[in-house]
């Protein structure tokens, strides 16, 4: 199965969301990685044909998705970065209505919900309200929700906003396992989430495809660019204005431990040193990370 995206445009008014966004995407995890209002969640409404570009095209196996209509629609699960929930609700109640509204067969139905709560680990709290769920327990809910109609074609947009460590794990392990025969679009804020699992990133910059490649040659890219310095702390602020920088730490002797991000040694004492994927972030968008541990 591939997915061509081809030459997508959106404009809204005066401003451009997405300007020639071309790629293709085949069965894998794919990464979609870039600051806010890069054009991120509009891509995806796009692809899941809940907007309309501007110019452009999508293709599944060569045929234009509009054309193929609810045919295509039938293959795809979505969870949007807000979703709305029926907060008297139970889990299961609200699984079995957004699954009749997929077309799914009551008796299938059942025994899909079954599936995909033990999946997200919420089978224990299918019977509760929605009202009384957690900021996590909404989210994993939302995963499932996009998991029941067994989609060839999986978007997630945010999609571990609000889990825990453990459950954020649980989550990676899942799309890990689920991605042989499907493709699967992540966006997310938690590079690390991109990191373990993606087959491919996707940088997306001001509307703008700036690179495509697997984590590991996209690290490559920056290999030789990222430094460690010991300064004082009251050349901090000067050395924030020259430079991007990564996690600081506070030493023993009083000193800080600066990450920076330079195509050139910044400092006489810098040492090189391997990139992680936050110093890719902060390499091609214009963010600053700052971690200062005591």
């Known amino acids: 199965m591939n997915l061509t995206i081809e030459r997508v445009s959106k404009r809204y008014k005066d401003k451009w969301a997405l300007k020639d ?46 054309v193929l209509g609810d045919r295509y629609r039938d293959l795809l699960g979505y969870l949007p970065q807000e979703f709305g ?8 109640r609200f699984l079995m209505y957004i699954a009749a509204l997929k077309g799914i067969e009551k008796h299938d139905a059942e025994v899909k919900v079954e599936e995909v709560l033990e999946l997200v680990n919420l089978k224990s709290e299918s019977r509760r309200k929605i009202g009384t769920f957690s900021g996590g327990m909404k989210q994993r809910l939302g995963i499932a929700q996009a998991m029941l109609n067994d989609p060839q074609i999986l978007i997630l947009d945010e999609p571990t906003a609000g889990l825990d460590p453990k459950e954020r794990i649980r989550f990676r392990n899942l799309i890990s396992e689920i991605s042989g025969d499907r493709i699967i679009l992540i966006s997310t804020h938690i590079v690390s989430d991109i990191e373990y699992i993606a087959s491919d990133t996707l940088l997306i910059k001001e509307g703008r495809l700036i690179k495509k490649g697997s984590p590991q040659s996209i690290l490559n890219d920056i290999k030789g660019k990222v430094w460690v310095s010991k300064i004082q702390e009251d050349v ?11 996690s600081i ?8 431990e600066a990450r920076i ?14 990139p992680r994927f ?17």
């Open 21 to 66: 966004f071309s790629t293709e995407l085949s069965n894998g995890v794919y990464g979609l990685l870039g600051p806010n209002g890069s054009g991120k969640t509009t891509l995806m409404k796009i692809i899941v044909d809940i907007l309309k570009p501007t110019n452009g095209r999508i293709l599944l196996d060569g045929r234009d998705i509009h």
């Open 236 to 246: 901090l602020e000067a050395l924030k204005e020259k430079y991007k920088l990564g």
């Open 249 to 256: 730490r506070r030493t023993d002797d009083g000193m800080i």
């Open 278 to 294: 936050e110093d890719v972030y902060l390499y091609y968008f214009d963010s600053e990370v700052l971690d200062i541990k005591k």
């Open 85 to 92: 929930l029926y907060k008297n609700f139970t889990a299961r």
């Open 261 to 274: 991000i330079s195509d050139r040694k910044p400092l006489p004492d810098s040492v090189q040193v391997e």
